[in-house]
């Protein structure tokens, strides 16, 4: 018997729930040195009100669309509008699903980009560089000194 894809990546969201796609300026690092790359990633409703603050952000665009039209038959879908260059960022329908609900919670943020719409006008900043695959590595000298009375019974 064959199964059903999904429309939507959880059951308890319809496929015209409004969500917020972003294209993110990220970078790699590979032999020490960093290459840009453009992320397709959804974005929450506390991180939309944020940018509508006027914070800087990674975020050079962001469309206000539905979750039918971001994934369809259990696959993310590649929307006109987003560069040839960018990629999905890593799971993706986890993190759809996750920003699909908040707009859901706060309905008001949908007034922040009608559904449909782009906007670019963001605080766009490379300053603080986001690098996804950086590992950082624990030594020694990060451990926290305590002071000599700390573990006492005085």
């Known amino acids: 018997m064959p199964t059903a894809q999904a429309t939507t990546p ?3 969201l319809a496929p015209d729930a409004y969500v917020v796609i972003g294209i993110a300026s ?3 690092r590979e032999d020490k040195e960093l290459h840009p ?8 409703s506390a991180m939309l009100e944020a940018l509508n603050r006027g914070i ?8 206000a ?3 039918g039209a ?4 259990g696959q993310p879908q590649r929307l006109a509008e987003y560069p040839e260059s960018a990629q999905f960022c890593d799971e993706f329908a986890l993190r759809v699903a996750s920003a699909a609900r908040t707009y859901k919670a706060r309905p008001a943020a949908q007034n922040l980009i009608p559904s449909g719409t ?7 900043s490379l300053d603080r560089k986001r690098v996804l695959n950086l590992e950082r590595q624990v030594t020694k000298e990060d451990n926290v000194k305590q002071h000599s009375h700390t573990h006492q019974v005085l």
Do not use: M
Request: charged fraction near 20%; include cysteine; hydrophobic fraction near 40%.
């Open 37 to 44: 790359i453009e992320v397709i990633e959804p974005i929450p």
């Open 10 to 12: 959880s059951s308890d």
């Open 118 to 124: 782009v906007r670019d006008d963001f605080n766009f």
């Open 26 to 28: 990220c970078f790699v």
């Open 70 to 73: 971001v994934w369809q038959d």
């Open 65 to 67: 669309t539905t979750l």
């Open 56 to 63: 800087p952000t990674s975020y050079k665009l962001a469309f």
